[in-house]
């Protein structure tokens, strides 16, 4: 045990982090019961687009296994990486459904932009871009994503819902997924003040139980309801992209959008995790960035290969961070559970999202801590700031707010005589969202 303790040490650097194997083990669990809800969503979606659900279980299992494994283990970080969401529907809702191409040929799109993801990153150009981020948007990115998940958290809580009038309104707070939601936030709130650890983990299963005992959560009869032999192929995608087909299209725009949605939902979350992990200095630079970039790169690549869209780093893993993960070792145990997953799929099922909601909210909390670092006497500073945290929730989207902050900066600090503050590389980024809000109008 002691030398197996070593080797983790020695690859993960675990008391440099300030954490132990125990403290890694715990934020892995936490985060992949926070994020297994990926495994069912995600092929929910494909199906949409003609992908074999099977098929698209098992993709969406192993793209996930094998980018989070390499997360782990070469940038050393404590985050998950999955096919995202919102790329997912745009691929089958507008490249598959109204442009009608096959899904074999958005694959092969998927593809492209893994490549063009990758030789932006080995050119340094991804890295160039997040160091050139302001400190102020750097905190604000991490309060805007705080507020996001939490958003999610609450929504899917059933505490808010959406409304014709108001877009959203208070649920009905009788029902009983959101009463066993607020039961679970208040519980884990509570463990959370007592400093106990697995605190989140604790109130997911808790909540899940107490589902189960009134009747919300289905109680799993026998073995067929906790574990399946029956584990779905990849043969019905694996290597199925069409890299020509694609090409032939002459698919541009799409790549284009996948690039940018992509680029700043990773960079936004990556900026938003580490900062929560301690993984970035006091002048704003995150260690291995790189190595968590061409990560994301490959992992795209494989994805398309595999039969799946686009991955990126997940919001989700805030909740093992706040379980105390720092290292890479608590994205590997993420990994492993969901190679197991393929067996356990039946009662992975079982954790319903009002169960998972509580830890989403209070992660968003804890985030918001961020919002002391943003200067707020300056409002050249202020402004882009709140743009980057309001439209992140408003707009269910990270890259959205990311733009938002983005172009209010440029433009706020060129207005006001303040060039010096604007580098060369917020003036290239910004017009490049001012160009992607175009052709997505168009």
Do not use: C
Not at 114 to 127: A, D, E, K, N, V
Not at 319 to 332: D, F, N, V
């Amino acid at each position: 045990m002691a030398s197996n303790q070593g080797v983790l040490e020695r690859i993960f650097k675990l008391s440099q982090k300030g954490t132990n194997v125990k403290t890694e083990i715990l934020a892995g669990v936490t985060t992949f019961v926070t994020l297994a809800y990926i495994i069912f969503v995600n092929p929910n979606i494909l199906a949409d687009a003609g992908i074999p659900k099977e098929a698209a279980i098992a993709a969406t299992i192993w793209a996930t296994a094998v980018a989070t494994t390499l997360m782990g283990l070469w940038a050393n970080f404590p985050v998950a990486v999955a096919p995202g969401m919102g790329l997912n529907a745009f691929f089958a809702y507008f490249v598959v459904a109204q442009l009608k191409l096959p899904w074999q040929v958005g694959l092969g799109a998927v593809f492209f932009s893994g490549i063009f993801f990758l030789i932006l990153t080995i050119g340094g150009i991804r890295q160039a871009i997040v160091n050139a981020v302001p400190n102020n948007l750097k905190a604000a990115i991490g309060v805007g994503i705080g507020l996001f998940i939490a958003f999610i958290g609450l929504k899917n809580a059933g505490i808010v819902v959406a409304d014709q009038a108001t877009f959203v309104t208070l649920g009905h707070l009788t029902k009983p997924e959101p009463l066993l939601a607020i039961v679970g936030l208040i519980l884990t709130a509570v463990l959370l003040s007592r400093n106990v650890k697995g605190a989140m983990l604790i109130g997911i299963i808790t909540t899940t139980i107490l589902g189960m005992i009134f009747g919300v959560v289905p109680v799993p009869k026998g073995i067929s309801g906790i574990m399946s032999f029956n584990m779905p192929s990849l043969k019905p995608t694996f290597l199925h992209l069409d890299i020509a087909g694609a090409w032939k299209f002459g698919i541009f725009n799409i790549i284009f959008t996948m690039t940018m949605v992509e680029l700043f939902d990773n960079m936004g979350t990556l900026i938003g995790l580490t900062r929560k992990a301690g993984l970035m200095d006091e002048n704003g630079k995150i260690e291995n960035l790189d190595r968590a970039l061409t990560t994301d790169a490959i992992g795209t690549i494989i994805s398309a290969i595999l039969g799946t869209t686009t991955v990126t780093s997940y919001i989700e893993s805030a909740a093992g961070i706040a379980e105390g993960g720092k290292t890479g070792l608590t994205a590997i145990v993420v990994a492993i559970l969901f190679v197991v997953a393929l067996i356990f799929a039946p009662l992975i099922g079982l954790v319903p999202a009002f169960a998972t909601a509580p830890a989403l909210i209070l992660v968003g909390a804890l985030m918001l801590a961020e919002i002391r670092h943003v200067e707020f006497d300056d409002f050249t500073e202020a402004f882009p700031a709140f743009m980057t945290i309001i439209m992140m929730p408003l707009t269910y989207s990270i890259a959205n707010g990311f733009a938002f902050g983005f172009v209010s900066y440029t433009l706020v600090k060129a207005l006001t005589g303040k060039f010096k503050d604007i580098s060369w590389v917020m003036w290239i980024v910004s017009i490049a969202f001012v160009i992607n809000f175009y052709m997505r109008l168009h």
